[in-house]
């Protein structure tokens, strides 16, 4: 099976900030790579889609990229609706649909 | 506009089953796959498996092969999820989520809480 590593874990920043998450897949998955937020109790939202498609409504501030085994979020200028924990996924493979840990953007 | 709305929360014993529904609305069912997934409290988001849900084939983790059924009615426009045999590792929210081509999980249901305990 395909393993999802994403790094850090947790991030502390402030408003405003440029925040960067990385992660990387066990073996090349092309471009099927997914970024979704998440906030407490409530199911997660689609960002990004194909490692670098803004999925429609998703702030432009937030954008992807890479391909292969290695990807990164950004979020150019974090705001305060933005706190929240953030996983990527892949579905490229058989055992479509594995996650990473997760990326908790905690308030600095 | 899309809706995923999933049936309410449910307590079960080790050793029993439970089947979730997820009713859909605002777009053509059987046009989606419909997608399962599962979080543990304080855990990663976990994929159980998927249902075509124009012509019901099915893929399963592996993890959940053998215990885990997906089907679908489509003049309900509703997929269920069925899991056996439940241990108290199996107390999570499950989710289900629409998903087709390059575009994965766009919509996702409210969650289901399945409680196992004695």
């Known amino acids: 099976d395909i393993q999802m590593t994403q790094s850090p874990s947790t991030l502390s920043a402030s408003v405003g900030d440029r925040v960067t998450i990385t992660c990387r897949a066990s073996q090349s998955i092309s471009s099927w790579l997914a970024w979704y937020q998440q906030k407490p109790g409530i199911a997660p939202k689609l960002l990004i889609y194909?490692?670098?498609t803004l999925e429609s409504g998703v702030p432009s501030r937030f954008s992807g990229s890479g391909s292969g085994t290695e990807f990164t979020l950004t979020i150019s200028s974090l705001q305060p609706d933005d706190f929240a924990t953030y996983y990527c996924q892949q579905y490229s493979s058989y055992s479509l649909g594995t996650f990473g840990q997760g990326t908790k953007v905690e308030i600095k | 506009q899309v809706q995923l709305v999933q049936s309410g929360a449910e307590v079960k014993k080790p050793g029993a089953s439970v089947k979730i529904s997820c009713k859909a609305s605002g777009y053509t069912f059987t046009n989606y796959a419909m997608h399962w997934v599962r979080q543990a409290p304080g855990q990663r988001l976990e994929w159980m498996g998927w249902?075509?849900?124009?012509?019901?084939?099915?893929k399963f983790s592996q993890k959940f092969q053998g215990r885990v059924t997906i089907t679908r009615d489509t003049s309900a426009s509703t997929a269920y999820m069925e899991l056996n045999s439940l241990r108290s590792e199996d107390t999570a929210v499950y989710y289900c989520?629409?998903?087709?081509?390059?575009?994965?999980?766009?919509?996702w249901g409210q969650g289901t809480l399945v409680t196992v305990s004695t």
């Open positions: 194909t490692a670098s």
């Open positions: 249902i075509n849900a124009g012509n019901g084939n099915t």
């Open positions: 989520a629409r998903g087709r081509g390059e575009k994965p999980f766009d919509y």
